[in-house]
């Protein structure tokens, strides 16, 4: 609005109805207009892999057509990337588009942990692990809101499954919570400021999200500093009186003045707080301000979509490339020998065949090297009906798509041929594939190489409900077998939202390499890695499990009455297969490279250099980790390398080892570069129920470096001084909590030797004794040992502690 927003001028002149019609939109994707005030209405659209702006004619739900946009890589495939720069390019031109059709708003980036294989939305989020997320997260926040347009975090907060996503309560305790699947939306909000924060649909421990106070306001606002809007999930307001006064400022999508009306009489009536309604229309006062006044930085694109979508289609096919993950690569023939693979394949290409079954001079499959007057076989549907996006609300009208047939076709020699046989229909995994897979082996007989491309069909994965397994569709896998028995070389190419599981097909594939689903122009970006025309540098935001079973959430997902217990706690994704000790098919952070990488001289130093002795530091210091990375083969390529820590000596649960930093690098043949990690005090705290905040507990901490979870290159081990934890005590901490108090422990050991019933110290002299009788809360051993220890004294205690 021009000229500039006077906001408390236009809050003194909203009537109570005004008011109440602004905190819910009008219409699916409009906010509401108060005309003789001025106060315009804004659009807000999905979604976080490209705009889905629906045209006029769009129908009531929302999920009909929409103008055509570029589609970028979903996120699934865009946290495989682990690249905050390209996540940010890729949000600048999401924002660039959203700003050239006056959308204001961006309803994404999705960053909800992968609690469970199985979730139907998991194409759109980012990672099983917080850190990545939120990293990655807050490089899309700040690349769309470079082009002055807001976005809206979601879905905040706890919304881990499809099943019953409307009313299920989300169960789980307050590590979890804080340490897993708050932590991302933390990171996000402090470090880039989304305008908007999307509530979830769900309840947590019982609460709507809609309607948490404590969420909303008390940790959103209070705790990070949050200065924007919330506006709920299409839908998830149960109670709009409720939503408003926890903090929820905006109801999408209209509900044609019946939340409007129930909020005006609980004015009326007292319920709700003239100035808590006030402080909701003044949040959505502020947004409109932002939306209005052009926030836009100096690189913002000023263009029509026209102009924009070439540059956008070239960057969503690099963006493609940089996110497909190589898993495996091995040589011609190579899955023959292999049988059941004892160790995961995180095995840089020179080393592939471990146990020396395999001719070490053989080269990998990829990338392709076809002979000339050589013949390339290209198998399955997919190569040539791309499925490069998820369905729901993230469905974007593509203004081109890329097949990766045609692609291949483009990129070979022009003495090689590309034959194709689509092996089986996209759309109907059930289909009989008796002749198409004839057709297959047929053209696959006698050439050099074959190539498979497999995937979830369309129907297996969506917003709305979850998966039930993991697998490919079985005729999907018949192929894949019969074209490796009469095959030399075979590569299998995924499409994929969420993780397949590998372990029934794996032994009929050379090489493996995971495309997820990259958008409009990821079969021309398979087409650059198979080629080599681009060297793969995507790793695993997600861990690959052998079987369903072993996913940690498995006995708990989906719950049932409502409820979903998190029993699985802190332990998702590899922290749980770390904890177990449990062999994966590909692990957290793994992806191979045509290239390979040394690591060296891996240094942990205070970053203040006058601090402290090697390998011992205060707390409240900030670390420099440092290491060197050369590559050592015979191409360019781009290492993840990864920082994972881990804390042995911890006093509580705490993981094996949790990522704490990552950053790519790329490097020419023989270059090599000294990467730096920042830590500081909360990178190594966990969320302590007991002190209710971030704790840093002394001990050793220790600290790896490598390129994943599992292929962890340099450890060194570093100990942290201060303190023993002071957590609060009160008259239900045990004996051994006060005995481990440092200040706790004296005055009650004080208190013992002068008990009215004599020096009642010896009693610590046995420690079996103190062992047995730790756990006894301290007002129990009052009540038992009578006078001698009686309830005066514990309160006296008590009062010493807060003295
Ligand atoms: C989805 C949101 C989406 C909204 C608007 C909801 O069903 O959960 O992610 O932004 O619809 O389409």
Redesign the pocket.
């Known amino acids: 609005m021009n000229p500039p927003f006077d906001v408390p001028a236009l809050l003194d002149q909203l009537t109570v109805e005004e008011k109440a019609s602004l905190v819910s939109g009008q219409g699916f994707w409009w906010t509401r207009a108060v005309e003789r005030l001025g106060i315009p209405s804004i659009m807000v659209t999905?979604?976080p892999h490209g705009l889905r702006k629906q045209d006029a004619s769009g129908d009531h739900v929302?999920l009909g057509g929409s103008v055509a946009a570029t589609c970028f890589p979903t996120a699934s495939a865009l946290g495989s990337s682990w690249d905050v720069d390209l996540v940010r390019r890729v949000g600048e031109a999401i924002g660039a588009e959203a700003r050239s059709q006056d959308v204001s708003v961006v309803?994404?980036p999705?960053i909800n942990i992968k609690r469970s294989p199985l979730c139907g939305r998991n194409f759109e989020y980012l990672s099983e692990d917080p850190l990545l997320s939120g990293e990655l997260g807050a490089a899309m926040v700040e690349g769309i809101q470079s082009q002055g347009v807001g976005t809206?975090l979601?879905?905040y907060a706890v919304n881990n499954q499809e099943a019953d996503r409307l009313r299920v309560s989300a169960d789980l305790d307050d590590r979890p919570l804080r340490e897993i699947y708050l932590a991302g939306f933390e990171r996000v909000v402090r470090q880039a400021r989304p305008w908007t924060v999307?509530c979830s649909?769900n309840r947590i421990n019982g609460v709507y999200a809609s309607q948490d106070r404590w969420l909303l306001t008390d940790v959103l606002r209070g705790e990070w500093g949050f200065d924007g809007l919330v506006v709920s999930?299409?839908?998830a307001v149960d109670d709009p009186v409720a939503a408003v006064a926890a903090g929820l400022d905006l109801e999408m999508p209209s509900t044609g003045g019946a939340s409007a009306a129930r909020i005006v009489d609980a004015v009326a009536a007292g319920d709700l707080a003239e100035a808590v309604l006030d402080t909701a229309v003044e949040r959505l006062l502020h947004l409109l301000e932002r939306t209005s006044s052009d926030t836009a930085s100096d690189d913002a694109v000023d263009a029509g979509m026209a102009e924009l979508v070439d540059a956008h289609h070239a960057l969503a096919r690099a963006a493609a490339a940089d996110c497909i993950v190589l898993l495996e690569n091995g040589p011609a023939g190579w899955r023959r020998t292999r049988g059941v693979r004892s160790t995961p394949s995180g095995l840089a290409p020179a080393v592939i065949g471990g146990a020396g079954t395999v001719d070490m001079d053989r080269v990998p499959l990829l990338p392709l090297r076809l002979p000339s007057g050589g013949r390339l076989a290209v198998i399955g549907e997919f190569a040539r009906t791309p499925r490069f996006q998820g369905a729901?609300?993230?469905k974007v009208n593509p203004t081109q798509v890329d097949d990766a047939l045609r692609a291949l076709r483009a990129g070979v020699a022009a003495d090689v041929t590309v034959d194709f046989a689509a092996g089986f229909g996209v759309d109907d995994p059930t289909v009989d594939t008796t002749a198409l897979l004839a057709e297959a082996v047929q053209i696959a007989r006698g050439a050099d190489v074959a190539v498979a491309f497999l995937g979830l069909p369309p129907s297996y994965e969506s917003?709305g409900y979850d998966r039930d397994h993991l697998d490919l569709p079985a005729g999907q896998v018949a192929v894949l077998e019969a074209v490796a028995e009469v095959s030399e070389g075979v590569v299998v190419v995924l499409a994929n939202g969420g993780v397949v599981t590998v372990a029934g097909w794996e032994h009929h594939a050379d090489a493996i390499v995971d495309a997820w689903l990259g958008g409009q122009a990821s079969g021309g970006a398979v087409a650059d890695v198979l080629l080599g025309t681009v060297n793969p540098s995507g790793r695993l935001a997600e861990t690959i499990a052998v079987r369903l079973a072993d996913t940690p959430a498995y006995l708990n997902f989906p719950g049932e009455d409502g409820h979903v217990r998190y029993g699985e706690g802190l332990h998702v994704g590899y922290r749980h297969h770390d904890a177990v000790d449990q062999q994966v098919s590909y692990p957290f952070g793994h992806g191979l490279s045509y290239t390979t990488f040394s690591y060296a001289d891996l240094a942990v130093r205070p970053l203040d250099p006058t601090a402290e002795p090697a390998g011992h530091w205060l707390a409240a210091e900030r670390l420099a980790v440092s290491v060197t990375v050369t590559n050592t083969g015979p191409v360019e390529g781009k290492e993840v390398v990864q920082l994972y820590v881990g804390a042995p000596g911890a006093s509580v649960s705490r993981p094996v080892r949790e990522l704490k930093n990552f950053t790519r690098v790329a490097l020419a043949p023989g270059e090599a570069q000294e990467v730096t990690f920042t830590l500081q005090e909360r990178d190594l705290s966990y969320w302590s129920t007991r002190a209710d905040g971030w704790v840093l507990e002394p001990g050793p901490f220790e600290m790896s470096v490598g390129a994943s979870s599992r292929d962890l290159r340099l450890t060194t081990t570093v100990t942290v001084d201060g303190p023993p934890l002071a957590l609060p005590l009160d008259r239900s901490s045990t004996l051994a909590e006060w005995l481990d108090h440092p200040v706790g422990h004296e005055v009650l050991v004080d208190a013992l030797r002068r008990s009215p019933a004599g020096d009642l110290t010896p009693m610590l002299d046995d420690p079996d004794q103190v062992r047995m009788l730790g756990s006894f809360p301290l007002a129990r051993l009052a009540t038992m040992l009578g006078p001698a220890l009686g309830d005066d004294i514990v309160d006296a205690l008590l009062a010493q502690l807060d003295g």
């Open positions: 999905d979604g929302g309803l994404g999705g809206s979601k879905h999307m649909y999930d299409w839908g729901g609300s993230s917003e």
